[in-house]
């Protein structure tokens, strides 16, 4: 069986933040959120942007994506270094590139998005000059609801249903912040409150966007000449990586030929990206012939050096991404999208709708 991982929950983190959740799952799943926050449209809005400096800033993150997603396959220690040196990067050269005010209002954003977890940061340590029962007190709470809300993402992957749990989470969070502010002085409650600046609607987030990964030509192709992303802008492409051999793969296939039928004759292309993990999956002809048993007539990129594999830091057989009309991940389904119950089919296709109806410029001005 290929299924390693699959957080149905679509980040109960986001609820910290109080973002509504997605059920499918973040594409850097683990990582910094201040790394997501930067590709979020409601923070650059915020930020008040010049048109040079939108410039500037979606080139910044275009070329460290190219960067991060080679990162997510890759073990802990390794992807965790590599991440820490992109947003230090990225700090450096955006405190460059945005004003004084916009650089803290960034700062702020990050800080309220963090929740209760910011109160542990070390430049927050220093600011709020806790004293040792302090500190060990906020380690706990903390620590205590992180491992709750472990249990509850357990569950959820479980398959309990998802309402119940949010509320349960919810509670959590209630405590665990009423707890660390009877911790905290007054004075260091007013820093706190300083640090996460004015307002800011944390609802509004969830649309993040990362520049995908371009294709690698492997000079292997089912059903098409060698395609690529660049020259599939203004389509709304779905990405799948598979195995042949693999059973959860197969599940996914008929969502794949309902697709395939469903959106022919719209701006949408399904491309299947066949990645071997078995000696007999590396025959192009037998991938060719369980690719036409299957029916598919969509493009297949015979990916046997793993090459994109590795480039988009895939990790699962099988999995969905969903690139807008110009050229930017937006949604990722980790697994089968009908796992134990999950309606990945449905919330997938809904996804497809909404970007086909969405345009560039249209997005580009949110």
Not at 252 to 258: A, E, G, I, K, R
Not at 292 to 312: Q, S
């Amino acid at each position: 069986m290929r299924y390693f991982l699959f957080p149905t929950l679509a980040l109960l983190a986001g609820l910290i933040a109080g973002a509504t959740p997605s059920p499918a799952a973040e594409p850097f799943w683990g990582a910094d959120p201040a790394w997501s926050l930067l590709h979020e449209p409601a923070v650059a809005r915020e930020l008040a942007l010049t048109p040079t400096q939108s410039q500037q800033f979606r080139a910044l993150l275009d070329e460290l994506d190219a960067k991060f997603f080679p990162l997510r396959n890759k073990p802990k220690d390794v992807a965790s270094t590599g991440a820490t040196e992109i947003l230090v990067d990225a700090a450096s050269r955006l405190k460059t590139l945005l004003s004084t005010q916009q650089f803290l209002r960034l700062t702020e954003i990050q800080t309220r998005q963090q929740g209760t977890a910011a109160l542990l940061r070390t430049e927050m340590m220093k600011l709020m000059n806790y004293q040792p029962q302090q500190k060990e007190q906020l380690e706990q709470v903390i620590s205590e609801t992180l491992a709750a809300t472990r249990e509850l993402e357990k569950r959820v992957g479980n398959g309990e249903p998802r309402e119940p749990l949010e509320k349960e989470y919810t509670e959590l969070k209630r405590n665990e912040l009423r707890k660390v502010t009877a911790v905290l002085t007054p004075a260091q409650r007013s820093l706190w409150q300083k640090a996460v600046g004015r307002d800011f609607d944390l609802t509004t987030l969830g649309r993040s966007a990362y520049k995908s990964p371009e294709l690698v030509d492997s000079g292997e192709w089912l059903n098409s000449a060698p395609l690529t992303m660049k020259a599939l802008a203004g389509k709304v492409v779905v990405v799948h990586f598979y195995a042949f051999g693999c059973r959860n793969c197969i599940n996914n296939y008929p969502t794949y030929l309902d697709w395939q039928k469903r959106f022919h004759d719209k701006d949408v292309v399904i491309l299947g990206i066949h990645t071997p993990e078995t000696a007999a999956e590396q025959e192009s002809a037998a991938v060719k012939t369980t690719s036409e048993n299957a029916g598919f007539e969509f493009p297949v990129l015979i990916d046997g050096t793993k090459a994109n594999w590795n480039a988009w830091g895939n990790s699962m057989w099988p999995s969905v991404y969903l690139v807008d009309r110009r050229g930017y991940l937006r949604h990722f389904w980790p697994g089968e999208l009908k796992w134990q119950g999950a309606t990945g089919d449905q919330w997938m296709r809904e996804r497809i709708d909404e970007l086909l109806a969405e345009s560039a410029a249209a997005y580009a001005r949110e």
